[in-house]
């Protein structure tokens, strides 16, 4: 069993930048595929970003053009996702993620955070 818990959210502008945390706890953090999603009201959970085990490597989806990096911490156990220059589109609740194996789709998330709110205002 692996617990995560996101923060960081909150209300800012847009242009402004947050950064969201992913805080674990239960098995190894360092053993896991870890991904961010959200999900705005009346769509869809979509993909963020991910980032493999040892953080060596990250994928972003096409929305993200540069603005967002995802990082971890396996000695704090710990992920984050650094967004920049948001817009009122990036309004939603993120949740992070996490998977035992590389996953190729949303089901394969194991383990899933309860979200944090970011809202952008214009």
């Known amino acids: 069993q692996v617990r995560l818990v996101e923060s960081g959210g909150g209300l800012v502008q847009a242009g402004g930048s947050l950064r969201l945390s992913c805080a674990a706890s239960?098995?190894?953090?360092?053993?896991?595929?870890m991904g961010w999603f959200r999900q705005a009201p009346g769509k869809e959970r979509e993909f963020v970003g991910s980032?493999?085990?040892?953080?060596?490597?990250?994928y972003y989806a096409d929305f993200v053009k540069g603005r967002f990096t995802i990082s971890r911490d396996n000695v704090k156990n710990t992920m984050y996702l650094q967004m920049n220059s948001l817009n009122p589109e990036d309004t939603a609740v993120y949740y992070c993620a996490a998977a035992l194996y590389v996953p190729t789709s949303i089901n394969e998330y194991r383990y899933w955070g309860q979200g944090t709110q970011v809202t952008v205002t214009s």
């Open positions: 239960g098995r190894t953090f360092s053993n896991y595929f």
């Open positions: 980032i493999i085990s040892s953080g060596l490597m990250t």
